[in-house]
């Protein structure tokens, strides 16, 4: 048996060797390169678009505006929903969309094209918040029936709303807030066209999960017959949703294919995939749930706003998908009523994500049912259990739930996390939590979405192939076929081929999406390969003269009696041998948008998450110690591919509670990178448990069900609710990030407002005022002085790269030459120059610097470490000190630091996330433009003291710890070195005393200062990050006594802080834990916070506090 | 400019420009098409390899200044027991981040991986994978360890 066994992927040799093709791996000779120009606005009319002087540049072959396409909207969910064309026409409605697109010979050429298109454009009014867009005489996004702009409105009642509010003896009321998260797959978006002018036909090598659809579109866009539009396979990295329909490439790469006769591929930059493609909806939940006098639930009632962003794309079907979950989470005795509402905004679209609706509604549904369960007095699970489903249950939305072991699923965690035990011990810091979820296995959301067919080819040379229209997008569907087609064939999973996705040699399939990969690729397989499978009976029995009947398929071979016939040998005679093609079809229902009760899946699957937290009370930290995933998903065909997507499901899921959101400033995405977007690394995460209940829907082909979306669905809830149990608080807006849970403490533990006595402090005033000013009217002005984007100018070439082998010629040439700029680790000299900021045309390679590697002590015992030492070869001398091995430890990735310097990261430009994602702020576009921090998103990377025009901090955590540590720079000069305390080294965010021609040669730490007991503390989003606070003491203890302190605070002020008031409380007192309390939060009358940082005060605090305990701690010891 | 590159054991002389990424030069002139580029910006580890056998991510690194490189493709034997690992426990979906995975693996298991599975985690932590949670990854890395070591005695 094949099927149910665990299973390699049957790809894993090409996909762990690095031979699996790409898009990007995919050679074509003479490929062009494509870009795309993109709005800068967030919403204003195109008044003109000058491209000629572009099409005229060297190697640009093509550039297409909407002029240049046929004016066609991408289909989508069709009808009125359609609204988007591939290339905006006279109005742009979203920062990042495309107004032309260009293809050259070379990447440099096509950007340098990009530069040369002049677009004018008209500003017109941009509504970004689903507030504003609801607002009395907001402006329109679109011109929709509505006349408002609301782009859809269902209100719905189920069952006996009425009656069930009035069976009621408790009812739970809250608004819960799901934001917008990126799919961030790891394979970029993109593209490779090729046109073939003699055959009229177009080929595409695209990263999609639907090539079916992806066809669909670019024929209908482009004005060609299906049959023209030829999807080849490759690898695809990741989908979650984002790749089930087609995105926003394939056209554009193929129109270009088509205008210049050559291959052409476009593939998105990580920025233009994160800021461009379609995200999850932005849920707004008003929600109420009732509960009769025996815990049964009695009605809900919900209020749901969808930020739709500028189109439509799925959000209509989001929108439908989530008031049908509403109305199916759990037995519901009355009925279900909910108005949701989908709101257009000038912001890039959301799209099909994982879930599906599910996870904002599920944040909601089971936030509230721990509230209810309160109320009522019951322990959650038991609540839960009460009114879960049963197998035979059908839900309001007309859901038929056959197989139904969610009671399974709970007590499945409840076992496993240790529930009882665990739950009685809340309010402690830990806590345990618990949510469950249900979901189809395909929903019928298209005609023919409850069809698929395969076809199988048995090869006179004993080939066995599955041809399948559909793709793997990394969800195992490739393994799921070959394990159906080797047993029903009777023959080992290694003879069998697997090919997916190109539309000339597979049949009909619609994707995998909706959960229904599996479900429908393995009955599209085993209906093939039982059909192949009675033919080759027949051809045997035929052979053997012996009826059908009395033949079996084993080990390859035909077998009757104890006469066996190998199975490519009954299919010689017949030319390239026996090929069949069947349809697998699912007994289910159409959707039904009137009513919205529907039998739309042929299964459904269950899940129940049990997730054990850790709240930090120092800094408002989240961390999650546990997670048991229980799944009712059918049977598994493969269990390690199942529970790889469970894990995987859970942590996607994690990342959403706890730090993933799409942030934006004025329409424009503010954290388009990696960097900047807080999703689980390996150290973020628990070994998470799967478990799988492996009980087989009795109906569905194989028992399977889906498992692909839900694994994520309960886990933000889960969350929520264990955050609750162990701290009190309860969180209705994601993520649960430490500034909410911080402030949430303090609120809790009645903390009032700090105080800063601004007016005692005429330093400040006038920050003060400008501050006071920004919302009335300076920030609108000086935004409105620049473009809001400077959209960064093509790089200038650079033109050498020098290799100086001694000091003297690095600071000669650097003198010299005002465009010449050192490169040490170059771990940010790259990212410099792509996001704009430097523009430098000769490097000055210092690593071939023999001086700057050193790395040593003097005879009194100071530390000298020699500016180019790398921060992995620092941690790892062998006599480094704790502190900074502990420093370096904290600092990006193992890979980052084998390449970058001491040197590099003492004088790293600022990380801002406005500055460094091409806001024109003050300090990249000068005085007249502003500070975007003040009024934008400040919560983590922002100052709290000391701030002025810019309110960017210093990033350096080496810098903090070593101004604790007394530090001081030894900087080459062109007249000679000169030393310099590190602490007077920084004069501004990331910007140090260094003049031009000079570089720092070393850092030196007195002996002193190495002697002392130190600790350094740092809070960050995730495992690498920069800093968010970061606390650093450095005491002279004698006996318990302080005699001296050095502390110093990261991340919260321009440079980093000394805070001489803690010092001073501590000099001379015994360190007890009464010094420590009070010393720590010492400095904060010298804080002057921004409005969304507040919390950091709060953190400094906890951290120090932290420190100075480690201190006494270790002297202690 | 000149560059002298010693690549999977292969020594290499080429042209190429001052701010060239080692990236680029091992895709598009070499057709090293095993490392995965994702970010660009050395935030994710898609791009790992090893430079004198560190790991390293070579959208960061001018391929002017590379010396000894190692990629994925001179890796699979090595990395041999690590890859069917990867099979067994599902330690990759999608496959896209997995060079770059394994790359980073190898030199981890030539050093000897930490003791504590979190310090374990941490070391993985510049290697992004969005599909599995990377707990497959983990294990995989310890099953080859394991694997090692009882061969070895």
């Not at chain 1, 394979?187 to 659809?213: H, K, M, V």
Request: glycine share 10%; proline share 4%.
């Amino acid at each position: 048996m094949t099927v149910g066994r665990r299973t390699r992927s049957i790809d894993w040799e090409a996909r762990t060797s690095g031979q699996s093709r790409y898009v990007a791996d995919v050679v074509l000779p003479g490929t062009l390169v494509a870009r795309v120009l993109r709005s800068p606005h967030p919403h204003a009319r195109i008044l003109s678009i000058a491209a000629e002087a572009a099409r005229r540049m060297p190697g640009v072959r093509a550039v297409l505006t909407a002029a240049d396409l046929p004016d066609r909207l991408y289909k989508h969910e069709g009808g009125r929903l359609s609204d988007r064309r591939p290339l905006a026409r006279d109005v742009v409605r979203f920062v990042g969309e495309e107004v032309a697109v260009v293809a050259a010979e070379a990447a440099e050429q096509a950007a340098a094209a990009l530069a040369a298109i002049q677009v004018r454009y008209g500003s017109l009014p941009a509504v970004t918040t689903v507030e504003a867009a609801l607002a009395e005489g907001a402006a329109l996004v679109h011109e929709r029936a509505s006349g408002t702009n609301v782009s859809l409105a269902i209100d719905r009642a189920y069952g006996d709303v009425d009656g069930g509010r009035r069976a009621a003896t408790v009812t739970a009321s809250g608004r819960y807030r799901f934001g917008r998260q990126a799919h961030a797959c790891m394979e970029p978006n993109g593209s490779l066209a090729r046109w073939d002018p003699e055959a009229q036909r177009l080929e595409l090598w695209t990263s999609t999960q639907s090539p079916y659809f992806v066809r669909e579109e670019v024929a209908q866009i482009l004005g060609l017959e299906l049959g023209q539009v030829i999807v080849r396979e490759v690898a695809v990295g990741g989908g979650f949703g984002s790749k089930s329909k087609i995105t926003d490439h394939e056209v554009l790469a193929g129109a270009l294919a088509m205008r210049t006769g050559r291959p052409v591929r476009l593939v998105l930059s990580r920025e233009e995939e994160f800021a461009t493609t379609k995200c999850r909806h932005d849920f707004d939940v008003e929600l109420t749930t009732g509960a009769d006098a025996d815990g049964r639930l009695t009605h809900r009632e919900a209020r749901i706003l969808v930020d739709n962003g500028a189109y439509n794309h799925s959000g209509a079907s989001v929108t439908g998908a989530s008031v049908a979950a509403m109305a199916s989470w759990y037995r519901t005795r009355g009925g279900v009523h909910v108005r949701a509402t989908l709101v257009d905004t000038n912001k890039h679209p959301g799209g099909q994500f994982r879930g599906y609706g599910h996870p904002q509604v599920a944040f909601a549904i089971e936030s509230q049912m721990d509230e209810l369960a309160a109320a009522r007095g019951l322990d959650p699970i038991e609540f839960r259990i009460l009114n879960a489903h049963r197998s035979g249950d059908v839900t309001q939305a007309g859901w038929r739930l056959r197989s139904t072991h969610l009671v399974g699923c709970l007590e499945a965690v409840r076992d496993a996390i240790g529930w009882r035990e665990k739950r009685a011990r809340g309010g402690s810091g830990r806590g345990v939590g618990v949510a469950i979820a249900m979901h189809v296995s395909g929903a019928r959301t298209y005609e023919a979405a409850n069809r698929s067919e395969a076809a199988i080819d048995i090869r006179p040379d004993g080939e066995i192939r599955v041809r399948f229209g559909g793709a793997d997008p990394g969800t195992g569907q490739k393994t799921v076929i070959a394990q159906v087609a080797a047993q029903e064939l009777g023959v080992d999973l290694s003879r069998i081929t697997v090919v997916t996705m190109d539309s000339e040699a597979t049949p009909f399939d619609l994707g995998s999406w909706s959960s229904r990969g599996t479900v429908m690729s393995a009955h599209a397989a085993g209906t093939a390969a039982r059909a192949v499978g009675r033919r080759l009976r027949e051809l045997a029995a035929d052979k053997l003269g012996v009826p059908p009947e009395d033949v079996s398929l084993q080990d390859g071979h035909a077998v009757a009696g104890h006469v066996r016939i190998a199975i490519e040998d009954l299919v010689t005679g017949l030319g390239d041998g026996l090929s069949v093609t069947e349809a697998a079809v699912v007994d289910t229902e159409l959707v039904n948008h009137a009513t919205g009760i529907a039998d739309i899946s042929p299964a459904y699957s269950f899940a129940a998450h049990a997730v054990e937290v850790e709240v930090d009370h120092a800094t408002g930290e989240v961390r999650v110690l546990d997670v048991v995933a229980a799944h009712d998903c059918g049977a598994a065909i493969n269990p390690t591919a199942v529970e790889s997507q469970i894990v995987g499901g859970v942590v996607m899921g994690l990342g959403a509670a706890l730090g993933e959101q799409l942030l934006y400033e004025g329409g424009r995405l503010v954290n388009p990178a990696y960097l900047h977007y807080a999703l689980p690394r390996a150290a973020d995460v628990p070994p998470v448990r799967a478990i799988v209940l492996g009980r087989a829907d009795p109906h569905a082909p194989y028992g399977v069900k889906g498992v692909g979306e839900i694994s994520m669905v309960p886990v933000a809830p889960a969350v929520a609710n264990a955050v609750a149990h162990a701290v009190g608080v309860r969180i209705r807006e994601l993520p649960i990030t430490p500034d909410k849970v911080l402030a949430a403490l303090r609120a809790r533990d009645g903390g009032g407002r700090r105080r800063y006595q601004l007016w005692r402090r005429p330093g400040r005033w006038w920050i003060s005022s400008m501050r006071w000013a920004y919302p009335r009217g300076i920030h609108a002005l000086l935004d409105r002085r620049g473009a809001r984007s400077v959209g960064v100018p093509p790089r200038a070439a650079i033109t050498s790269l020098e290799r100086p082998s001694a000091v003297p010629g690095v600071v000669d040439t650097l003198r010299r030459h005002r465009d010449a700029t050192p490169v040490a680790g170059g771990t940010d000299l790259l990212p410099l120059i792509e996001q704009g900021l430097q523009r430098p045309r000769r490097l000055v390679d210092l690593s071939g610097v023999a001086e700057l590697a050193q790395i040593g002590e003097t005879s009194s015992g100071d530390l000298v470490v020699g500016a180019g030492v790398s921060l992995a070869d620092l941690a790892r001398w062998p006599r480094m000190d704790p502190l900074i091995r502990r420093v370096v430890a904290s600092i990006a990735s193992t890979q980052i630091r084998e390449m970058a310097t001491v040197g590099g990261n003492l004088c790293q430009a600022k990380r801002c996330w406005f500055y460094r994602n091409g806001f024109a702020c003050y300090k990249r576009s000068g005085v007249t433009a502003p500070c975007y921090a003040v009024l934008g998103d400040n919560r983590y990377y922002h100052a709290v003291l000391g701030g002025h025009r810019c309110q960017a901090v210093t990033p350096s955590d080496l810098g903090t710890a070593l101004v604790a540590l007394d530090a001081s720079v030894q900087i080459a000069a062109p007249g000679g070195p000169r030393m310099l305390p590190l602490a007077r080294f920084y004069t501004g965010p990331g910007e140090t005393a260094l003049r031009r021609g000079e570089i720092v040669l070393a850092v030196h730490v007195p002996a002193a200062a190495r002697a002392r007991v130190s600790r350094f503390e740092k809070l960050r989003l995730w495992e690498g990050d920069f800093a968010v606070v970061s606390a650093c003491a450095s005491l002279d203890l004698a006996d318990g006594v302080v005699r001296d302190a050095r502390v110093v605070l990261g991340a919260i002020a321009p440079t980093p802080y000394r805070a001489l008031a803690v010092e001073q409380r501590l000099r001379g007192r015994r360190l007890t834990p009464d010094t420590i309390a009070t010393a720590a939060d010492a400095w904060v009358g010298a804080a002057h916070p921004l409005a969304g940082n507040v919390w950091k005060v709060d953190a400094a605090c906890g951290l120090l506090r932290r420190c100075l305990d480690a201190c006494r701690a270790s002297h202690g010891a | 400019m000149r560059a002298a590159l010693r690549v999977n054991g292969r020594s290499i002389e080429i042209d190429v420009e001052p701010d060239d990424r080692l990236l680029d030069v091992l895709r598009d002139r070499l057709g090293l098409l095993g490392t995965k580029e994702a970010c660009g910006r050395g935030e994710c580890g898609a791009c790992t390899v090893l430079v004198r056998g560190r790991p390293v991510v070579s959208c960061l690194v001018l391929a002017a200044r590379a010396d000894h490189v190692e990629t994925i493709e001179g890796l699979r034997d090595e990395a041999g027991a690590l890859r069917e690992a990867f099979a067994d426990t599902g330690a990759f979906q999608c496959g896209f981040c997995t060079p770059g995975q394994i790359v980073r693996g190898v030199a981890l298991l030539r050093e000897g991986l930490p003791a504590d599975d979190m310090a374990l985690r941490r070391e993985m932590s510049g290697n992004i994978c969005r599909c599995t949670g990377y707990a497959g990854i983990i294990t995989a890395l310890r099953r080859t360890e394991g694997a090692r070591a009882g061969s070895s005695r």
